[in-house]
C-alpha cells in the first residue's frame, strides 16, 4: 500500500474511499489544512489573544490538539497568538472532561454557564473550576428552553453561545475567538441557514470569518477539515474524546437533525456533497458589504437589519396570507399595506427594527414572556 | 365538534391551511387563494394591461390552477389581459400524449386559444426516439433542455409579451435547495426571481411563487378542476428526488420554512469576484445561451450525427468529440473519394448516402409505430398527492356537507389502495439515498 504523498509503502490510512496515506502525510495534511486557513486570510495579528471556544466533542479536542502543536513549534511556522480556553458548561459530566483535556497540555480552562444568558453582564469565572450559578439562573434559563420548539431552541442555542462567546472575549481582553466547526458541520449549518431564513446571513454564519460584532471577530479555522478526517486524527494519535455525548433527541423533530441526516447520508453515496455544499457557501457574500453606512443589528444574532427591496418578497406573501385568512369576507378591495403593519406585530414581530426576518420568526413562535428582558429593550 | 371558519362568515371550515394553520370554509379558501395571487401579481407587477400572455400548459395541477385563476382574476380585476394557452408536445407515449386531452379540455373550459408545438415539428425527434437512442439515464436533460427553447418558439410564434409558468412555492424551494447541493450559483441566484428574462428575450413570470402546492391540490379538488396526474413514464429527475425529500422531510416539521427557504433565495446576495456565465444569444438558433452554442443546439446534433452523449457532462469536451467525428467523417470522404478516383463509378458514394437516409427512416418508422400504441389512461388513476393532502389538512366532522358524503366514502376506499402505492413510491425515492 503505497502513499499518495510520499510513495512509502506504510500507507495505514484511507481518505474518500479511495486516497491512501501514511500516517506522517496524513496529519501533516490536517494541520497544513489548519494552518494555511488561518495564514491564507491574514486577519490575526502578533501575540493577539485568542479565545480558543471547546466543547469537548471531537472538533474541539483536535482543535486544541492543533493549537498546542502549533503553539509548541521551534521555528519560523510557530504560531504566535496568546491562547486563552473556553467552555460554556451545559453539563457537568462534559466540562470534567474538558478540564482534564486541557491539563494534559497545562492550559488553564474558563467555564462559566450557559445559562448565564439570561442576565445582561458576566464576570470571569475561576479558572479549572466548575462554575458557581445560582439555581434561579438555571431555572430561568431552563424554562425559556422548555418554551421553544426543537426547530427554535437549536437555532436559539447557536446564538446564545454565539453572544456568551462574544462577551467573555470583551471579558477576557481577547479581539478573537477560534471555534471548532469542520465542513461536515459547516454544509449541515449552511443548509439549516437557508431552511429558517437567513439566508443573507450565510458568510457570517458558515464562512471563515463572522464580523457581525464590532470588535470581536469569530474564526473558524478548522473549515477545511472534514469529520471524517477527525475522526481518523484522533485514531492515529490517540487523543481522548468524551464519548457520553448527550443522546441526540428524537431524530426527526427538529430541521436541524433532518437536515444533519440527509448531509451524511447523502454523502455516503455522493462523496463529494459537502464539498460541492461548502464551495457554495464560500460564493455566497453579504449584502451591501462595501455599503459603510450603520444600519441596525438584530438584537439576537446581530445581522445588519435592513428592509427588503424587492417589489414583494416571501414576507410580504406570508403577511397577505394571513390577513386574508383572518380578515372578514368583503369582495371590496383590501388596504394591505396599512393592515400589513398590523398583521406583522403578531407573525413578525420587531421585524426589521430589532430582530432579522429568522429571529422575529422564532421570537413569535417562543413564549415571549420567556426571553430575558434585557434583550429586546436594551439598544435603541 | 365543527370548527368555525376564522374569517367569521358563520360557515364551518373545511379545511386548515398549510401556510398560516389557520382554518377556514370553502368559500373563504377561495377567496383567500385568489387574492393571494392577485396580490402578488399587482404588487411584483407581472403583467401591463393590454399584454398578451402565453400561460404554459401541461395538463398537471399547476398550470390548470394557473391557467384557471388566471382567467377568473383577468375578469374580476380587469386586468385586461389576452390569455392564451401553450403546450409543449415531447412525444412521450403514455404520458404527454394522454394530458394533452386535458389542456384541449381546458381550452374548451376556459375559451382560451391553445398552441401546441411538437419536439418532432421543432427538432425532428420525440421524446420516445430520443430515449431509444440515450437509454433511461439522462434523458431528463434533453427534454428539459428542449422544452425550455420550444416555450420561447412557442411565445414568439404566439406573439406575446410573457410566459406565465405554474411554478409553486414548493418547486421553488426545491430548486434552491438543488442548486446548493449541485453547486450552481447562478442558477441558484436566479431561481428565487419572479420574473426571469433577460434583455429581448420573452420574460417568464411565476404567479404560483407563493402559493403551497398543498393549496393548489386542494383547490383544484374542491373546484372540481380536470387535471392529468400520472407522473412521467421515463425515469424521474433523480438528483432532484433528494431535495424533494428533505422538503418534504422539513415540511413536516415547519410547514413555513418553504416560504422562509424562499426568503432566504430572495435576500442571498453573491460575491462579488464570483464570475456567472453572462447570457447571450446562440449563433446557431438566436435563442438564449449561457455558450456560444446553446445546450439545445449541441444536443441536437449530437443526436443527429449518431452521438447522444455529445451534450452530456461537461461542455469542454463537445468539441473534442465533435473534432473527432469530424476526423472519421473526413477520412471516410477521402477513402471515397479515393475509390472513385480508382474509377469506381458512384455507386459507392450513392450507397453511403443510402445508408445513412435509411438509418433516419427507419427512426421515423419506429416513432410512428410508437404513436399509434395509444393507450387509454384513466386520468384519476395515481392521484395519491391530492388523497394524501385532504387526508392531512381537510377537517373531519364535516357535517354541513351531507351531500357529499357518499362521494367521500368511495374516496375513502380509493385512498387506502393509494396509501399503497405512496409508500412504495417514497421507499423508491429513499433507496437512493
Known sequence: ?380 | MPVPCKRGCGNNAVLKRPKTGDAICKECFFWAFETEIHYTITKGKLFNKGDSVAVAASGGKDSTVLAHTLKTLNERYNYGLNLMLLSIDEGITGYRDDSLETVKQNRDDYEMPLKILSYKDLYGWTMDEIVAQIGRKNNCTFCGVFRRQALDRGAAMLNVKCIATGHNADDIAETVLMNVLRGDIARLKRCTAITTGSEGTIPRVKPLKYTYEKEIVMYAHYKKLVYFSTECVFAPNAYRGHARALLKDMEKIRPSCIMDIIYSGETMSIKEEVSLPTQRLCIRCNFVSSQEVCKACVLLEGLNKGLPKLGIGKSSKVKKLLDEYNTRQNNLETAVKDLEDCNITDKKTSKTCKNISNGFKQKECNATNCCTNKTERNVEKNNEKLQTVLDKYSLENNSQVKLDEEDSDDSEIKHQDEDDTCSSSCGRLGVGF
Do not use: W
Request: charged share 25%.
Open chain 1, 1 to 380: 500500500m503505497k502513499c499518495k504523498k510520499c510513495n512509502s509503502s506504510s500507507a495505514l490510512i484511507i481518505l474518500r474511499k479511495k486516497d491512501l496515506y501514511c500516517r506522517e502525510c496524513f496529519l501533516a495534511n490536517v494541520t497544513h489544512k489548519f494552518r494555511s486557513s488561518i495564514g491564507k486570510n491574514k486577519i490575526l495579528g502578533k501575540a493577539d489573544n485568542v479565545l480558543i471556544c471547546l466543547s469537548g466533542k471531537e472538533g474541539s479536542t483536535v482543535l486544541l490538539d492543533l493549537i498546542n502543536n502549533a503553539l509548541s513549534l521551534d521555528n519560523h511556522k510557530k504560531l504566535r497568538i496568546t491562547p486563552i480556553f473556553l467552555h460554556l458548561c451545559e453539563n457537568y459530566e462534559t466540562i470534567k472532561n474538558v478540564i482534564e483535556q486541557c491539563q494534559k497540555y497545562n492550559y488553564d480552562l474558563y467555564s462559566p454557564h450557559i445559562s448565564e444568558y439570561v442576565q445582561s453582564k458576566s464576570h470571569i469565572p475561576i479558572v479549572n473550576s466548575l462554575p458557581i450559578v445560582n439555581n434561579e439562573l438555571i431555572e430561568e434559563y431552563n424554562n425559556m428552553q422548555n418554551s421553544m420548539l426543537p426547530t427554535v431552541k437549536d437555532d436559539f442555542i447557536t446564538n446564545i453561545k454565539r453572544t456568551l462567546y462574544i462577551r467573555y472575549a470583551k471579558l477576557l481582553n481577547c479581539k478573537y475567538i477560534f471555534t471548532g466547526e469542520t465542513t461536515t458541520t459547516l454544509a449541515t449549518k449552511l443548509l439549516v441557514n437557508l431552511a429558517i431564513g437567513r439566508g443573507s446571513q450565510v458568510q457570517s454564519d458558515v464562512g471563515f470569518l463572522d464580523s457581525r460584532d464590532m470588535e470581536i471577530k469569530i474564526i473558524r479555522p478548522m473549515k477545511d477539515i472534514s469529520e471524517e478526517e477527525l475522526k481518523l486524527y484522533i485514531n492515529s494519535k490517540n487523543l481522548k474524546v468524551n464519548d457520553k455525548q448527550t443522546s441526540k433527541e428524537n431524530e426527526h423533530t427538529s430541521l436541524q437533525t433532518v437536515i444533519s441526516t440527509f448531509v451524511s447520508s447523502l454523502q455516503e453515496n455522493f462523496p463529494s456533497t459537502i464539498s460541492t455544499i461548502c464551495k457554495t457557501a464560500d460564493k455566497i457574500g453579504l449584502q451591501d458589504e462595501c455599503d459603510n453606512e450603520r444600519h441596525n443589528m438584530c438584537v439576537i444574532c446581530q445581522s445588519i437589519l435592513k428592509p427588503d427591496e424587492k417589489a414583494i418578497s416571501a414576507l410580504d406573501a406570508t403577511s397577505i396570507s394571513k390577513i386574508v385568512s383572518l380578515r372578514k369576507h368583503t369582495d371590496s378591495a383590501i388596504d394591505v399595506d396599512m393592515e400589513k403593519n398590523v398583521i406583522n406585530s403578531t407573525i413578525f414581530p420587531y421585524i426589521h427594527n430589532r430582530l432579522c426576518y429568522a429571529c422575529s420568526r422564532n421570537y413569535a413562535e417562543i413564549k415571549q414572556s420567556k426571553i430575558p428582558s434585557y434583550i429586546i429593550e436594551t439598544q435603541k
